[in-house]
């Protein structure tokens, strides 16, 4: 139904002149909520977005009447910080792309700032946990690793929640940080958050974002570079379920030479009405030359009834580049599959275990963090238990 | 001794205007150590026989009996009646996208024997099936059937039958799309199987070319559902030279 609405509408009936920092965003990015239009559905940005499942996050009526928990356990080396609004480190990642993210920009009281020193290699993660203990909140995060520093830090999302969040990396020069987001929600929450990832000069950053819980999780993970040599590699697992609204919007703005980014997202549904929505917007800017890029988005539709949106989405401003690629593509679990495997003695549950644990073994490899690649392998086994019984 | 029995068996698929009926009543036995061919015509209905006696859901039994030693193969699942020994070598192998082979022959050998094989044997058990079939190594770390070739998939399916060692194996059209070196080293690969004695061998093909490598006890000319005509090897001679011409007389054929 969504697709066959007119994309890049605005709510005053003009189509935007000029390019904002995004094309395909209606709005120019902003910190002030006024500045976005309440949308109303149509736009290219909010056209997948079941806005009526969003508790006024969108519209200006929602109200901070909830509580959501943050503990950072870090190890040494860590410097964990709460700060008000007016701290001048805030923000330097870059703006809010939509009102949602503008609205939490706008409402948040205290940040939590979490700061690695320069030249600080840790060898165990920072912890971040995020616990929703009801009610709307907004917040705010700061990541920032000094140069040559390198880190991994893991956000964890548990409880029931109406949050919109800003989650800032600031990545110094020849650092190295790897985020692992896990959205591990109960099926009442609903998340949206931008994260916003600003790489410095040969500064290596890695996102592994797994989303499973949540009633309506959309997620904006975005990646600037600030200057040449910088590296991204963003991965992404989720596994969409009866009912959940799980979207995530990646956009990696190529504005800067000699920078590299690799994107792989993997999302497997199942049961009726479960919709993932994946954008992949890679922007590579006329004096990005040099530049090397490939994204990928592959989903498995286990049942009837799921439904997935895949766009990617890439715009080249310059020739001058090393590399630049984009792949998307969504399969069924079919029958016939189901029939080979069984034919050969495996039940039928284990048969689309199998399936599905082959379908994110690769990525699953990719995170480099034993508990949470085990907690992520169970969850699957979980999740496909949840769907056999 | 394992039997396969197999009494007047009826099926049917759903097709645009209703059921309709492919098997008209099947009567056949298979013994272990005995190799029946069955030829027929195109639409015949051998390989709708091939994917009942495997528990396809697409078809319907309608009637009659399949027991195998006894026990009743058509109250078994699919995954039953394959741990019963019941092995389909299928004409169109399908892709299992992100299950590798060596991953999938572990699965499959596991849930066959009721144990997980031992990982060292195991590993040089594959390795020599796969070099008796002469498979490249490198074809345990690829995907299940995704980008085999014709001849890659036929011999992925015989390796799977060198190692899961069933009480009956149906082989539906395993000659289909072979050139002669791939028919040579498929047929190979299944009387190395039958050799052991331990097999009945369900052979189905639409030609008399994979009899010259695979030697069968028994042929049977299948037309319209049901056996038309059985006889020893030397039926396959005579439809060498006659064709099928003779059974499909008469708007037989389906």
């Keep these: ?389 | 001794m394992a039997t396969l029995e197999i009494h007047d068996l009826h099926v049917s698929v759903e097709a645009e205007n209703g059921p309709r009926e492919i098997l008209r009543g099947v009567d056949l036995t298979v013994k272990q150590g005995e190799t029946h061919a069955i030829m027929g015509p195109n639409g015949s209905g051998k390989s709708t026989l091939a994917y009942s006696l495997a528990g396809h859901p697409k078809y319907t039994v309608t009637g009659g009996t399949v027991t195998l030693d006894g026990e009743d193969v058509l109250a078994m699942s699919v995954d039953e009646r394959a741990r019963a020994g019941v092995f389909l070598a299928m004409q169109y192998p399908v892709e299992v996208p992100g299950v590798s082979v060596s991953n999938f022959l572990r699965t499959s050998a596991t849930a066959i024997r009721g144990e997980a094989p031992k990982l060292r044997t195991w590993v040089k058990e594959v390795k020599e099936a796969m070099a008796r079939l002469q498979m490249d190594p490198a074809f345990a770390e690829r995907n299940v059937n995704e980008g085999f070739s014709g001849g890659e998939k036929k011999r992925h399916e015989i390796l799977q039958l060198e190692l899961l060692k069933p009480k009956i194996a149906i082989l539906d059209e395993t000659d289909s799309g072979l050139d002669v070196d791939a028919l040579r080293i498929v047929s190979e690969g299944v009387n190395r199987v039958r050799e052991s004695g331990e097999i009945g061998t369900l052979l189905i093909t639409h030609y008399t070319r994979i009899l010259r490598y695979i030697k069968p006890d028994y042929v049977h000319v299948f037309a319209a559902g049901r056996i038309a005509e059985s006889g020893g090897p030397e039926l396959a001679d005579k439809l060498e030279a006659e064709g099928y011409e003779a059974y499909v007389k008469g708007g037989a054929t389906l």
């Design chain 1, 1 to 389: 139904m969504a697709e066959t609405i007119p994309a890049g509408s605005t709510t005053d009936g003009a189509i935007q002149v000029g390019q904002p920092i995004d094309a395909r965003v209606s709005t120019p990015a902003s910190f002030d909520v006024a500045d976005f239009p309440v949308p109303h559905g149509r736009e290219e940005e909010w056209r997948f977005t079941p806005l009526e499942r969003l508790r006024g996050l969108h519209d200006g009526t929602a109200v901070a009447d909830g509580a959501v928990k943050v503990e950072v356990t870090s190890p040494e080396g860590v410097t964990v910080e709460t700060v008000g609004r007016d701290d001048a480190r805030l923000g330097r990642a870059g703006k809010p792309v939509d009102r949602v993210a503008a609205q939490a920009y706008s409402s948040f009281e205290k940040a939590s700032v979490v700061t690695i020193a320069k030249e600080t290699v840790l060898t165990e993660p920072v912890r971040i946990a995020v616990h929703g203990e009801g009610g709307t909140a907004f917040a705010h995060q700061l990541v920032e690793v000094g140069a040559f520093a390198e880190a991994v830090v893991v956000i964890d999302h548990t409880g029931d929640a109406t949050l919109a969040a800003n989650v800032e990396f600031v990545i110094g020069d020849g650092a190295k940080l790897t985020v692992v987001s896990v959205q591990d929600w109960d099926d009442t929450a609903v998340h949206a958050a931008q994260h916003t990832a600003l790489v410095g000069r040969d500064a290596t950053f890695k996102s592994v974002v797994v989303t499973f819980g949540g009633d309506l999780v959309r997620l904006h993970p975005r990646v600037i570079y600030g200057a040449p040599g910088g590296e991204a590699e963003l991965y992404g697992l989720y596994f969409t379920d009866n009912g959940q609204h799980q979207e995530h919007r990646l956009f990696i703005d190529h504005d800067t030479p000699h920078c590299r980014s690799n994107v792989a997202y993997k999302g497997a549904l199942q049961g009726q009405d479960a919709h993932a929505v994946w954008i992949g917007d890679v922007l590579i800017r006329a004096a990005a030359e040099g530049t090397d890029t490939y994204e990928l988005n592959r989903n498995l539709v286990l049942t009837d009834g799921a439904r997935v949106d895949s766009v990617p989405n890439l715009e080249i401003e310059t020739g001058e580049i090393v590399g630049a690629g984009h792949a998307s593509t969504t399969g069924r679990f079919e029958d016939e599959q189901l029939f080979y495997l069984m034919s050969r003695g495996i039940p039928a549950d284990e048969a689309r275990r199998l399936v599905v644990r082959g379908f994110f073994a690769e990525l699953v490899q990719q995170i480099g963090l034993p508990d949470v690649e085990e907690r992520l392998l169970s969850k699957i086994e979980a999740e496909l238990e949840a769907s056999v019984a």
